[in-house]
């Protein structure tokens, strides 16, 4: 299966407090993307970083892409009560179809 | 920002009967759309690529008689469950591709179906 690994599964912490999800993957890919999904909701894309980029910014996010390790991480700065949700990474394989990673639960403790 | 919808938001079914469930890029047209399964607290896993005018493209395991998909026109895809088993009961989430500058696309989600077939 080339589905990422996510690490870790599950993630609380207090409100202002930094967040840390990593993704793993198995082949090459042309870029690696970062969703948040609230429960029992749709997909919202968060960034995207090409596989020639080594770190992505956008507001309170921050992704880290390690083409060697095959590893990208998303690092949620300042964190509130909304960032409660699930994260998942996905990414191209040379084509359309996205591929998921496992998923992080995130919960913000107010 | 791009808008995909999904009807119904929920479905309760029961075990033998079809469900349809529909997936539509409101403000733009998307030859190719995608068909998600997500089981509770697991990830989403492709079923299905939806291509207008031509049939679909099922993922290894996902068995193409039972679920039926017909991307109809640039703005809609449906995809029918028919005779639905409470195994069958998951999240459906569909996506559909935006064309972007070049020759490169951008994938915007749906809100998600929750089939409960009892």
């Known amino acids: 299966s080339q589905q990422g690994e996510e690490d870790p599964q599950a993630l609380s912490i207090q409100e202002g407090e930094n967040a840390t999800m990593n993704c793993s993957y198995k082949?090459?890919?042309?870029?690696l993307q970062w969703y948040r999904q609230n429960s029992g909701r749709g997909l919202v894309h968060l960034i995207l970083?090409?596989?020639?980029?080594r770190e992505k910014h956008s507001g309170r996010l921050r992704v880290t892409l390690d083409t060697s390790k095959k590893s990208s991480s998303l690092l949620i700065t300042a964190s509130r009560a909304a960032d409660t949700a699930s994260y998942f990474c996905a990414s191209n394989f040379g084509n359309e179809k996205l591929t998921f990673g496992t998923g992080t639960r995130l919960t913000i403790i107010p | 920002g791009a808008v995909v919808s999904q009807h119904p938001s929920r479905v309760i079914c029961k075990s033998g009967t079809s469900v349809k469930i529909e997936c539509r890029s409101l403000d733009f047209q998307a030859t190719t759309m995608f068909w998600y399964r997500q089981f509770p607290k697991k990830s989403l896993m492709l079923m299905a690529t939806s291509n207008e005018g031509s049939k679909a493209t099922y993922e290894q395991g996902v068995e193409k008689d039972k679920f039926l998909i017909n991307h109809a026109s640039l703005t809609l895809s449906t995809l029918t469950v028919t005779s639905a088993h409470p195994e069958d009961s998951s999240f459906y989430i569909c996506?559909?591709?935006?064309?972007?500058?070049?020759?490169?696309?951008?994938?915007?989600f749906g809100p998600g179906t929750r089939l409960t077939v009892t």
């Open positions: 082949t090459s890919i042309n870029n």
């Open positions: 970083i090409r596989s020639n980029e």
């Open positions: 996506s559909a591709d935006r064309p972007k500058s070049g020759s490169s696309y951008e994938q915007y």
